[in-house]
């Protein structure tokens, strides 16, 4: 007896260690399939992304197009100068009864800047609101506001409410082409 109880022993054993075998084969092909899973979902997502991000260049073009557009093909810096000009002109146009006060022309990089204070005496909150979205709203040449500063100012008899803002008139500075 004693020897087929070996024999069984042996048996299970070797039934136990092809378990173990198959089990182990089963639990690496289950993480082998959901790696495999994982990195199809990956590469679908990147396939999405790759499609996604040409879109987005053809837009980036179309805006560059579209940006190119407004700069004249002739453009060199005294005509930069001069269109920051003409800027300040319909400033002075735009807000009569301001005060604009400005300083020298600055290079600075690819853009022609020059500063610009425009001092005037609220009316009512609105023409400050419009005053201020009418400056935001300029599209060439750009105007970027620092700082907007409201003080109080009294006189004899009158008390006025004086505003300030100060920013940069500014246009993109064209390479010469020879």
């Known amino acids: 007896m004693d020897s087929r109880l070996k024999r ?12 173990a075998v198959v089990l182990a084969g089963g639990i690496a092909a289950k993480k082998n399939g959901d790696s495999l899973s994982a990195t199809l979902s990956v590469l679908r997502q990147a396939k999405g992304n790759l499609v ?7 837009e980036m073009r179309g805006a560059i197009a579209e940006i190119k557009s407004f700069v004249p093909p002739e453009f060199d810096p005294l005509k930069a100068e001069a269109l920051i000009l003409t800027g300040i002109d319909a400033l002075k146009s735009k807000i009569r009864d301001a005060e604009i006060s400005i300083a020298s022309f600055e290079t600075g990089g690819e853009e022609v800047l020059l500063p610009v204070t425009i001092r005037a005496a609220m009316r009512d909150y609105p023409s400050l609101v419009n005053t201020v979205g009418y400056l935001q709203s300029l599209r060439f040449p750009f105007f970027s506001i620092a700082t907007l500063s409201l003080s109080q100012v009294t006189d004899k008899e009158k008390t006025a409410v004086i505003y300030e803002i100060k920013g940069v008139m500014r246009t993109p500075k064209v390479k010469e082409s020879r």
């Open 52 to 58: 996604r991000t040409s879109e987005a260049v053809q």
């Open 8 to 19: 069984v022993f042996a048996l299970y054993c070797a039934s136990a260690v092809a378990f």
